[in-house]
Nanobody
Framework: QVHLVESGGGLVQPGGSLRLSCAASESIFSTRTMGWYRQAPGKQREFVVEVRSDGLTNYAASVKGRFTISRDNALNTVYLQMNSLKPEDTAVYYC???????????WGQGTQVTVSS
């Protein structure tokens, strides 16, 4: 049973934009904080951003001001708008879902984002 399905990755030039989407099962989406992590080759998975069910957001310093997370509660979908992309943003991006005060317990399959000229 697939709970989180991501889409929207691809190849973009530095300075460009991409929007990622993550569709979730309703039973997960309504009660969990939704987020995005990323993993670059040879590196550990790192936190990018998350949004609580009440809309409160938390961003990693490396993406603050460039990335925007939003959630559509009617569609059970969370979005990540990525602007001013840099080569160091290149990674596989994973959607996540977690209960308050817990680590993520659901993960998407990952979507590749490549920033290169």
């Amino acid at each position: 049973q697939v709970h989180l399905v991501e889409s929207g990755g691809g190849l973009v030039q530095p300075g460009g934009s991409l929007r990622l989407s993550c569709a979730a099962s309703e039973s997960i989406f309504s009660t969990r904080t939704m987020g995005w992590y990323r993993q670059a080759p040879g590196k550990q998975r790192e936190f990018v951003v998350e949004v609580r069910s009440d809309g409160l957001t938390n961003y990693a310093a490396s993406v603050k001001g460039r990335f925007t997370i939003s959630r559509d509660n009617a569609l059970n979908t969370v979005y990540l708008q990525m602007n001013s992309l840099k080569p160091e943003d290149t990674a596989v991006y994973y959607c996540s879902a977690r209960r308050p005060w817990e680590s993520p317990d659901y993960w998407g399959q990952g979507t590749q984002v490549t920033v290169s000229s």
